[in-house]
Structure formats: C-alpha cells, structure tokens
C-alpha cells in the first residue's frame, strides 16, 4: 500500500489507537491499587503523558492525511 495514501495513515492510526487502549487499561489496573504518594502514580503520570504526545501525534497524521487526500486524484 502507498505510504503516502489517506488508508495507510487510517491505519497506523488504528493501531495506535489499540496500543492506547492496551496501555490505558493496564494504568489503570495499576491506579486502582496505587497510594497516593507511590511510585506507581509517579510513573503512570509520565507514561500518560507519553501517550498523550502519542496520540496528539497520531491525530496530526490523521487530520494530515485528510488534508492530502484530494492532492492524489
């Protein structure tokens, strides 16, 4: 498939949005058992930040690839 296609860019998009939900779902089974001053919430804090960039990235490509989309035809 052509990298620089709308679908490509749906689909990396896709996959990253399972990642997320892989990712958000094990933060937070981790939380529901965290003290307030653990490390457990120290490091979820920074791994939901990365993510956050993450998926502020993916939405970049997406709304990028929507822009392109007539350029092709």
Do not use: W, Y
Request: charged fraction near 20%.
């Amino acid at each position: 498939m052509n990298t620089n296609h709308p679908q490509f860019f749906i689909q990396q998009c896709a996959e990253v949005c399972k990642r997320l939900q892989r990712s958000l779902h094990t933060i937070g089974e981790m939380l529901e058992v965290a003290r307030p001053d653990s490390a457990i919430v120290s490091s979820s804090q920074i791994q939901l930040r990365k993510l956050a960039v993450e998926l502020d990235n993916a939405a970049i490509r997406l709304n990028g690839s929507q822009l392109t989309d007539g350029c092709d035809e």
